[in-house]
C-alpha cells in the first residue's frame, strides 16, 4: 500500500479507543444520575466526584484525537 | 487557508538572544503578562476596600479562595492549608491560561508542553523535597505500601516507583492534549464553514450548521478550560496529600 491511504487508515484506527470512552462516560453518568436519585441530599458531595471522573475519562478520548491528528498533520 | 495547527505557532514579537540562547519576547509570553497582570489587578480591584460585608466585587475574589479553600481541606486536610499559595497560583495561571485561549486571535500558553510541564514538574520536585524533608528516608516508604506481604514488592515496587515518575508526564499531558484537542475542532468546523461559503448561495445555508456547531463546542471548551484547570489543582493536591501522609 501506498504510505499515504496507510496514513489514513492508521488515523482512523487510533479514534478506535473512543468506543471504550463512550462506554465509561455512559457508566459515569448513569451510576451518577442514579445516585442522585436514590439519594438528592448527596448531590452537592457526589458533583465533584463525578466532574473529576468525567474529566479524566473524557482526556482519553483527546488523547486518541491528538494522535489521529498528529498522523495525519504531521507525519 | 491556514491550517488547524496554525494557531499554536510561537512567533517571536521582541527577537532577543543572549549567548546563542533564544530569549524572545513572543506571542506565549505577551498572554503570559496579560494573563498575570488581569489575574493580579482583579484580585486586587475586588479586594480595593476589604469590607465585613462584602460587596459584588469582593464576592467574586471571595468565591474564588474559597473554591481553592475547600479543594485543599477536603483533599489534603487542615494541614495542607501551608500549601494553599502554590495551588492557588497554579489553578489561577492554568484557569486564565485556557480561558484567554478562547478569546479570537488569542494564543493559548496551556497549548505548550514546555509551559504545562514547567507547572507539573514544580508539583513534582516539591511532592519529592517535601517528603524527604519530613519523613527523610521514610519518604521511600510511599512506594512500599503498609500491609503488602514481602514477596509482592519485586511486584509492587516498580509499578509503584513508574507510577511516581510518570505523574509529571500525564498532569501536563492531559492539559495540553486536551487544550490542542479542543482548539483543533474549533478551528475543523470554523473551516467548514467557510469552504461551504465558496459554494454559492445554498453554501450560505449549509454554512450555519458547521456555525451552530461550534458555538455548542465553544460552550462545551469553556466548560472544559475550568474543568481541566480544577483537575490539574486537584491531582496536585492528591500529590501532595501522599507526601504528607506517608505509611497511614
Known amino acids: 500500500m501506498e504510505f499515504e ?66 498522523i495525519l498533520l504531521v507525519l | 487557508m491556514t491550517s488547524p495547527t496554525h494557531q499554536f505557532e510561537i512567533t517571536p514579537i521582541v527577537p532577543f538572544e543572549v549567548g546563542g540562547v533564544d530569549l524572545s519576547f513572543t506571542n506565549a509570553s505577551l498572554w503570559m503578562v496579560i494573563a498575570a497582570v488581569v ?5 486586587s480591584i475586588c479586594m480595593r476596600r476589604k469590607a465585613m460585608i462584602p460587596g459584588r466585587m469582593q464576592v467574586m475574589a471571595e468565591g474564588l479562595y474559597e473554591f481553592v479553600a475547600n479543594m485543599i481541606r477536603d483533599n489534603i486536610g487542615p494541614r495542607g492549608q501551608q500549601y494553599f499559595p502554590v495551588v492557588f497560583t497554579i489553578f489561577v495561571i492554568v484557569l486564565a491560561g485556557n480561558s484567554f485561549g478562547l478569546l479570537p486571535y488569542s494564543f493559548t500558553y496551556t ?74 475542532m474549533l478551528k475543523i468546523f470554523a473551516g467548514f464553514c467557510v469552504g461551504m461559503l465558496s459554494l454559492g448561495a445554498g453554501g450560505y445555508v449549509a454554512a450555519l450548521f458547521p456555525m451552530l456547531f461550534n458555538v455548542v463546542i465553544l460552550a462545551f471548551e469553556f466548560l472544559v478550560a475550568f474543568l481541566q484547570a480544577y483537575v490539574f489543582a486537584i491531582l496536585c493536591c492528591i500529590y501532595l496529600k501522599d507526601t504528607i501522609e506517608i505509611g497511614h
Open chain 2, 111 to 184: 497549548s505548550h508542553f514546555a509551559a504545562t510541564g514547567a507547572l507539573s514538574l514544580l508539583i513534582f520536585f516539591a511532592v519529592v523535597f517535601i517528603g524527604l524533608y519530613r519523613h527523610g528516608f521514610h519518604f521511600f516508604r510511599l512506594f512500599m505500601p503498609a500491609g503488602v506481604p514481602w514477596w509482592m514488592s519485586f511486584l509492587i515496587i516498580p509499578i509503584e516507583v513508574v507510577s511516581f515518575v510518570i505523574r509529571p508526564i500525564t498532569l501536563s499531558v492531559r492539559l495540553t492534549a486536551n487544550m490542542i484537542g479542543g482548539h483543533i
Open chain 2, 39 to 43: 489575574t493580579t489587578s482583579f484580585l
Open chain 1, 5 to 70: 491511504s496507510v496514513k489514513l487508515i492508521a488515523g482512523a484506527l487510533a479514534l478506535l479507543p473512543i468506543v471504550t470512552v463512550a462506554l465509561g462516560l455512559g457508566r459515569i453518568f448513569s451510576s451518577y444520575n442514579e445516585a442522585v436519585a436514590r439519594n438528592p441530599n448527596a448531590a452537592e458531595h457526589l458533583d465533584k466526584k463525578f466532574f473529576l471522573t468525567f474529566a479524566m475519562t473524557e482526556a482519553l478520548a483527546i488523547f486518541a484525537l491528538l494522535v489521529s491528528l498528529i
